[in-house]
Structure formats: C-alpha cells, structure tokens
C-alpha cells in the first residue's frame, strides 16, 4: 500500500476501475481519452463504514436505500447496514431483505449487513429481544441472506464459540463486542476466527472474580483484546469525545499502531442535530456521524492525512478482507474516489 501523499500524479480510470497510478507523471502527459485537472485538491479513497445503523434521519432497517445515499453525499462509497439485536427474528429476516433489494437497486454504495447481536451480553447495551444463547436454526436462516459480512457476539455468551467457528467457515467476519469476556475468552473467540473489536472501550467491562484478593486488578475485556493479535479495533471519534475520550484514543494509536484502527460512525437517526452523539430518551445511541466528520475528527488528533484515510478507507476494507478492491488507490481497485481539501472541509464524491 502507497500510504503517503503525493505532490504530482494522477489516476487512470477505465471500466469502473482504477487502472494506474501516476505519482511522479503529470496525468496530462498519460494518453487518455479524457482528462481532469484538480489543481492543488485531494484525490483519496472513499471512506468504508463497517458499522452503520442508519443515517441521521433515516434507519437502515427500513430505508436502507435512503441510508446510503445520505452516508454516499459526505464521501461513504462502501458501507455496511448494521442490524442491532433489539430487532426479532423475523423483523431481522425482514431487514435483510430490504439491503439486498437496495444492493441490487440504486444503492451501489451498500456492501451488505453486519448483524451486531442478538448474542450479546444483556448487561452492555438495551435488553436484547431475541434470546441471548445462539440458535442454529435462527443464525443458519439469516445466513441463507448471503449479504451478512460481519457478526458482532460476546463471547461469553454460553454457545458462542461454536457460533463464531461455524459463521468464520461461512465466510462471516466474527467480531466482539458488548463483553466482559476474560482473557481466555477473548483468546478462545480470536482462535474461532473473531477478527474484529466492537467499539472498542464502548459499552464492555471486567468481570468480578470473587476468588481473587481485595484490589487486584483484572485484565478486563479492552485489555485482552488488546493483547490479543491480528484484531481490527473499531473506535467511534466524536468531537466531544464522549464515546472514546481523545487520549483513549491516543493510547490505543500508540498501543496497536495505526495500521489496526477502524473509523466508524455507529450512526443512527435521531439526536439533536449539530451533535456528533445521539441521545434517546436521554441514553447515549450511537451517533450521527459521518464519515467525512470521523476523517475531520482523527485529523483533529494530530494524524497526518495519510494516517486519516488508513483509518477511515484502508484499515476497514482491510478488516473485511477486501483491501484489494476497496478503500485505496491502487490498480484492480474499484474507482471510488473522493476530491476534497487538506482540512477535508469540502468532500466530493467524484462520479465519472
């Protein structure tokens, strides 16, 4: 991966796809049958959301159309609908087949689904609907989908494991989250195939272990993700810091390098508009992020440009797996391309 900024250069597009890379060679002197010139603007990927619940005015479960055109319009050329556990089975079924109906209609942007529960902890996030124990029967149906990318599960939840090694044979990304699972736990579930981290910091804990002495501090369940290896940890950047403080942020830059943080929004509609976070009912309910507000507020932090796609383009098709189609500039990538400013003030999807 070229992960730097270039001066002079250009991209050659054909078919959909990017066709070459010109970072020394003015794109004037390229035989092509159509030529651009941006001047002194950005040319970067489009940003890859993983984890999504809606819009700020609309939710994906019942528009997943609309959803996407909205999170398109700020520079989302990739996204996954993530289906929270507050849904029933059939509602869940319902939903999946409203984002495929939209992946094979207008919403080019949509990747598919990221089912977040219903096999979570009941003690991190709203009461679950579903029960939390995983039925075959029921995961089995929604795979039948064949648009479910990634799996968010505690992994203490009892029947878990066998969950995770059967959806990571089917294809599905496991991911953990909404946990106080032990260090052993998270080991297990990692060894199962769990490649991603739910909001890391984000509605988990420790477990309380009675049998140790007064004091002692247990690795809880942040601690062993971090321990563990080849894990992706998706972290939701609101300005306010309220789901992630900065310097929580910082500390787990420093602690899994860049190469391993995913940008997320966790949006959804409602809220007070002019807030990143979104309040219902006086809770905190994910966000209404989007992406090119994410990018703003890791460039916020300090990180270069550079660093600011790597978290919000590469790392996240990297998570799933697609970094050779999605979320860089690169031969054999597909051609979504954003034109924006070094501020990342002004985001243009360039549509050619």
């Given at each position: 991966m070229r992960d730097r900024m270039e001066r002079r250069g250009g991209?050659?597009?054909?078919?959909?796809?990017i066709l070459g890379i010109f970072p020394e060679t003015p794109v004037e002197k390229v035989s092509a049958e159509r030529t651009l010139d941006f001047g002194e603007k950005v040319i970067a990927p489009g940003f890859v959301d993983i984890h999504c619940h809606g819009s700020p005015t609309v939710l994906g479960a019942e528009n997943p159309a609309a959803a996407a055109r909205e999170?398109?319009?700020?520079?989302?050329?990739?996204?996954?609908?993530?289906?929270?556990?507050?849904?029933?089975?059939?509602?869940?079924?319902?939903?999946?087949?409203?984002i495929r109906d939209a992946m094979r209609g207008e919403a080019g942007n949509l990747l598919g689904a990221h089912m977040e529960g219903p096999y979570l902890n009941p003690n991190f996030g709203s009461k679950a609907v579903s029960p939390v124990r995983p039925e075959p029967r029921e995961y089995r149906k929604i795979l039948e989908s064949g648009i479910v990318r990634q799996w968010t599960f505690s992994p203490e939840v009892e029947g878990t494991s066998e969950?995770?090694?059967?959806?990571?044979?089917?294809?599905?990304?496991?991911?953990?989250?909404?946990?106080?699972?032990?260090?052993d736990e998270v080991r297990r579930a990692v060894k199962n195939g769990a490649r991603i981290v739910t909001h890391i910091t984000d509605a988990t804990g420790a477990r309380v272990n009675p049998s140790r002495y007064p004091g002692t501090k247990e690795v809880d369940f942040d601690a062993a993700c971090l321990l563990s290896e080849g894990l992706f940890y998706e972290i939701i950047n609101d300005c306010e810091g309220v789901h992630v403080r900065k310097d929580m942020i910082r500390l787990l830059i420093k602690i899994v390098g860049i190469e391993r943080i995913v940008g997320i929004t966790d949006c959804f509609p409602g809220g007070e508009e002019g807030r990143d976070v979104n309040f219902?009912?006086?809770?905190?309910?994910?966000?209404?992020?989007?992406?090119?507000?994410?990018?703003?507020?890791?460039?916020?932090?300090?990180?270069?440009?550079p660093e600011v796609f790597r978290v919000t383009a590469y790392n996240p098709a990297h998570a799933l797996r697609l970094q050779n189609r999605i979320g860089r500039l690169c031969a054999g990538c597909r051609a979504d391309l954003l034109v924006t400013d070094e501020k990342l003030k002004e985001i243009e999807v360039l549509r050619l």
């Open positions: 991209v050659l597009l054909g078919a959909g796809e999170h398109y319009a700020h520079g989302t050329t990739s996204l996954l609908i993530s289906l929270y556990r507050n849904l029933s089975f059939e509602e869940t079924l319902t939903a999946l087949g409203r969950f995770c090694a059967e959806i990571a044979a089917a294809g599905v990304l496991p991911a953990i989250g909404h946990s106080c699972a032990s260090a219902t009912n006086g809770e905190l309910s994910g966000s209404r992020l989007t992406m090119d507000a994410v990018a703003r507020n890791f460039l916020s932090l300090g990180l270069s440009l």
